[in-house]
């Protein structure tokens, strides 16, 4: 009886251990709806002489670009998205170059007098609603930005109380490649594999497991709490499988300084172009996302 009850106890003790090291990679009660497709219209326009009929200006096609967001604050009619910064902050020179027809160009201007950049931020809720988005503020080297938009009729997605431990499994609702479902989002997910060192001194969060491609970039990183702990900005170009995060720490500062303290300067240590996924910009842009 004494063994049997000593069996009984090991049994319930080894369970009890096995319930709890599961718990962190139990699948979170995640709500799409916090979940925002972005799409950032870039229009370029040549201004200049004209053969014939005086001053004009010429709009190219627009380029497009995806990215990812997360619904992350309410504020009155207002709703704030959480996203990458190199989504917000378009680099124009790159845009021009590559929507510019130096033969068009010849052919309708004598001489160039202006080049401007108009964009567009078009928003995608998980309601299925199209809304226009502002930049409230974004930092370049941490890489994250914040939208601003007409209220979205969702909970915000909330952050965590402590970041990630070392081998957790972690959600990711993301746009890969542009690809949008509407009224949904696809649910991918990784492994917390610790954190990289930038080269200014910053630390990062590294994702394995993960398939992150443009389109994922500014995509929450969600733990088994339902709870963001990070947001994807780039990947690996020399393997796909690794992903990097800005982390949780970096997001609540700067979230702090836009929110709270706006006189509060957030960290803008290290170097987040480091290992930054760059897609040649005439397949990157030329090819709109699929609906």
Known sequence: MKLLNTILVTILFNTILLSCSNVKNIPP???????TYL??????????????????????????????????????????????????????????????????IEAHFTDIKGVNVHVLIEILDGNGITRIGKVVESNALLDVCILKTDRIDTQILQLASAPPSYGDTLWNLSSPLGIVMPRTAPVLKGVYSGKAKLSGGRDVYVITDLPAVFGCSGSPMINHNGKLVGMIYSTNQHFREISYAVALEDIRNFMDKVFINKKRKP?????????????????????????
């Open 29 to 35: 009660k995640l709500i799409s709806e916090t979940f």
């Open 39 to 104: 799409t950032a219209h870039a229009i370029v326009e040549v201004c200049g002489p004209t053969k014939s009929h005086g001053i004009r200006c010429l709009k190219m096609d627009p380029k497009r670009f995806s990215a990812s967001g997360s619904v992350v604050k309410h504020i009155k009619e207002y709703s704030y998205i959480l996203t990458a910064a190199h989504f917000c902050n378009i680099n124009r020179t790159q845009v021009i170059e590559a929507a510019l027809n130096p033969a068009l």
């Open 267 to 291: 960290p803008i240590t290290g170097n987040t172009t480091l290992e930054v996924e760059i897609e040649p910009i005439h397949n990157m842009l030329s090819q709109p996302p699929p609906r």
